[in-house]
């Protein structure tokens, strides 16, 4: 069965840096679009930045210039580096696979981590 697991969420002071990871297990042998999606209290569900299997990348305009999505294939995991965190940045990030190809059993599509929270507050 196929997982996402974040980790690396936290309490930081505004200003400051957090690195999120997001493992994904499960005899994998190709993911497609990676990314991360946060949900800050009382509101939608908002991208925050995607990864494609070719390399591409996509930011949301509130994280331009200080967020880095970036992506190792070899041990299936995506990482979100945040720099200059904002109190707006505050919510619950989670990790998405749009497909997953396993080994195993079939493709598994729409995947998604259980999510960590980030608080930024001073």
């Known amino acids: 069965q196929v997982q996402l697991v974040e980790s690396g969420g936290g309490l930081v002071q505004p200003g400051g840096s957090l690195r999120l990871s997001c493992a994904a297990s499960?005899?994998?042998?190709?993911?497609?679009?990676m990314g991360w999606i946060r949900q800050a209290p009382g509101k939608q569900r908002e991208l925050v930045a995607t990864?494609?299997?070719?390399?591409?990348?996509n930011y949301a305009d509130s994280v331009k210039g200080r967020f880095v999505i970036s992506r190792d294939n070899v041990k299936n995991t995506v990482y979100l580096q945040m720099n200059s965190l904002k109190p707006e940045d505050t919510g619950v990030y989670y990790c998405h696979a749009d497909s997953i190809e396993t080994m195993a059993s079939p493709t598994a599509y729409d995947v998604w981590g259980q999510g960590t929270q980030v608080t930024v507050s001073s």
């Open positions: 499960g005899m994998i042998f190709r993911i497609y679009n």
């Open positions: 990864f494609s299997r070719t390399g591409s990348t």
